[in-house]
């Protein structure tokens, strides 16, 4: 092999590598399925066997910068795909970086219909940066499941 299809092939591997945190996105179409994928999950093993699942970064609910996150409607989080030391904590009085109450925002909505998208700030688990983030919820009971996308 030749040092310039040598040059070429790690070029391009680098091109690929490089573009490769921007195509790891989710979409928003992906957020609303692992959310209705969740709600089956709770629907079908029960809240206390599926929040364990939910919470398990090397689970079915996360996938890179994509979780699941259920809340009970008084701000409480009950399951978290990306950190679990959120799980348990009375979460109403969170603020994003420009001040916004998103947690009690997201928790109204959720207690006046069944589905809805939310914008906020939050960091991105997998760059690590604070960025516009648009959350899915559905409510199930007295809960808010929910996924969001870090837009772009």
């Known amino acids: 092999m030749s040092h310039k299809m040598i040059a070429v092939g790690a070029a391009a591997a680098a091109l690929a590598f490089a573009a490769a945190p ?10 609303v ?10 629907k079908a093993d029960g809240a206390e066997k599926a929040y364990v699942v939910i919470s398990d970064k090397a689970g079915p609910f996360v996938k890179d910068d994509l979780y699941v996150v259920v809340y009970q ?26 001040g ?15 589905s809805f998208w939310q914008d906020y700030k939050f960091v991105n688990p997998v760059s690590k940066k604070v960025e516009p983030k648009e959350m899915y919820c559905e409510r199930l009971d007295n809960t808010a499941v929910c996924a969001g996308v870090y837009k772009l």
């Not at 921007?22 to 957020?31: R, T």
């Not at 209705?36 to 999950?41: D, F, G, L, R, S």
């Not at 008084?74 to 109403?92: Q, R, Y």
């Open 33 to 42: 399925a692992m959310v209705k994928k969740a709600v089956e999950a709770i």
């Open 22 to 31: 921007a195509l790891a996105g989710a979409s928003k179409d992906d957020a």
């Open 100 to 114: 916004k109450l998103y947690v009690k925002e997201r928790v109204e909505m959720a207690a006046k219909q069944p």
């Open 73 to 98: 409607l008084d701000g409480k989080v009950l399951a978290h795909g990306a950190n679990a030391k959120f799980i348990g904590k009375d979460m109403i009085d969170a603020q994003d970086v420009d």
